[in-house]
């Protein structure tokens, strides 16, 4: 476990954070930390800590274990994309109904998507074989 935080989790910290267009101050306010606190972590001098991650987690709609893993609290196991840690915050915020509806839609994308694919490949081919 990190002492400080890892350089790769300052670096997303700092992108995601200018990404959004927000100053420190800013940040601060919305985990409700103090600026002095994530200065800290931002400069090396603190490790973010598990109340910061689950913060920062909120803040910028990724799952907690994704900010745990890259702020070197939790160890990794399979790693997801960054878009799919934001699809999985977005859908765990989401609530139980809208969670359905998002799930069938995203099966009936899958099969429109395989099936062009298959007909890509030409494994609807009647002319295979002759």
Not at 17 to 27: F, H, Q, T, V, Y
Not at 30 to 51: H, P
Not at 62 to 79: P, W
Request: net charge negative; charged share 25%; glycine share 6%.
């Amino acid at each position: 476990m990190w002492m400080t935080s890892p350089p790769e989790f300052i670096d997303w910290i700092e992108e995601s954070r200018k990404a959004e267009g927000w100053s420190i101050r800013e940040l601060a306010r919305r985990t409700k930390f103090t600026a002095s606190y994530i200065s800290k972590v931002l400069n090396g001098q603190r490790n973010a800590g598990k109340d910061l991650c689950i913060a920062l987690a909120g803040v910028f709609h990724v799952t907690d274990v994704f900010v745990f893993r890259l702020g070197g609290l939790l160890e990794s196991e399979q790693e997801l994309d960054h878009n799919s840690e934001v699809m999985l915050g977005l859908f765990r915020n989401l609530p139980e109904s809208e969670q359905d509806r998002v799930l069938t839609i995203m099966r009936a994308l899958s099969t429109m998507h395989a099936t062009a694919a298959d007909d890509a490949n030409g494994s609807n081919d009647t002319t295979k074989g002759e």
